[in-house]
T-cell receptor, first 114, second 112 residues
Framework: DGGITQSPKYLFRKEGQNVTLSCEQN?????MYWYRQDPGQGLRLIYY???????QKGDIAEGYSVSREKKESFPLTVTSAQKNPTAFYLC?????????????FGEGSRLTVL | AQSVTQPDIHITVSEGASLELRCNYS??????LFWYVQSPGQGLQLLLK??????LVQGIKGFEAEFKRSQSSFNLRKPSVHWSDAAEYFC??????????FGKGTHLIIQP
């Protein structure tokens, strides 16, 4: 079945450590997105990529980094510069620019900083 | 820039009662509008979407939504809720190149 796979589902990190969250899709979608979700805050866009080897900052990119070396993969690194990294992270994708904009979501990764 | 407001943070409804979740948007052109549902610890699932045409759209799980341009609203409705409808509901609008803009969500509680 086609879909988006995020891993790990739960991750614990000590302060000062970088961690990488995986996002893989087999939907053949061009665009991929990372959102951060905090209680009462809704979803906030971290980074997005509309094509391989290109990505753009979203509203809250500070302390995060991404890469898009393959169409199906869009990993997110939470760096030690991110001051409050404990959150639920959601990866999403959609077809290319001709699409109606609907996003398809993974199941999320919950990061907790100890 | 586009924005979405969901005025109700929490809503409590008795099982079997009707439901309406409010959504107001701000966008200069004709919007593409969406409603998603999220169960605890899960990703988001699309309930329905509006692009053009009939302003009353039907979705999955018995949900419907009505687009009202004059009120900049896209409210979600269900005639009779089930305990399994308890979840977080997000309204979203498409605008620009950077995906969707989401509201902050409405947490739906179902009373037995």
């Amino acid at each position: 079945d086609g879909g988006i796979t995020q891993s790990p589902k739960y991750l614990f990190r000590k302060e000062g450590q970088n961690v990488t969250l995986s996002c893989e899709q087999n939907l053949n979608h061009d665009a991929m997105y990372w959102y951060r979700q905090d209680p009462g805050q809704g979803l906030r866009l971290i980074y997005y990529s509309q094509i391989v080897n290109d990505f753009q900052k979203g509203d809250i990119a500070e302390g995060y980094s991404v890469s898009r070396e393959k169409k199906e993969s869009f990993p997110l690194t939470v760096t030690s510069a991110q001051k409050n990294p404990t959150a639920f992270y959601l990866c999403a994708s959609r077809p290319g620019t001709g699409s109606t904009g609907e996003l398809f979501f993974g199941e999320g990764s919950r990061l907790t900083v100890l | 820039a586009q924005s979405v407001t969901q005025p109700d943070i929490h809503i409590t409804v008795s099982e079997g009662a009707s439901l309406e979740l409010r959504c107001n948007y701000s966008y200069g052109a004709t919007p593409y509008l969406f409603w998603y549902v999220q169960s605890p610890g899960q990703g988001l699932q699309l309930l329905l979407k509006y692009f053009s045409g009939d302003t009353l759209v039907q979705g999955i799980k018995g949900f419907e939504a009505e687009f009202k341009r004059s009120q900049s609203s896209f409210n979600l409705r269900k005639p009779s809720v089930h305990w399994s409808d308890a979840a977080e509901y997000f309204c979203a609008v498409k605008g620009g190149a950077d995906g969707l803009t989401f509201g902050k969500g409405t947490h739906l509680i179902i009373q037995p």
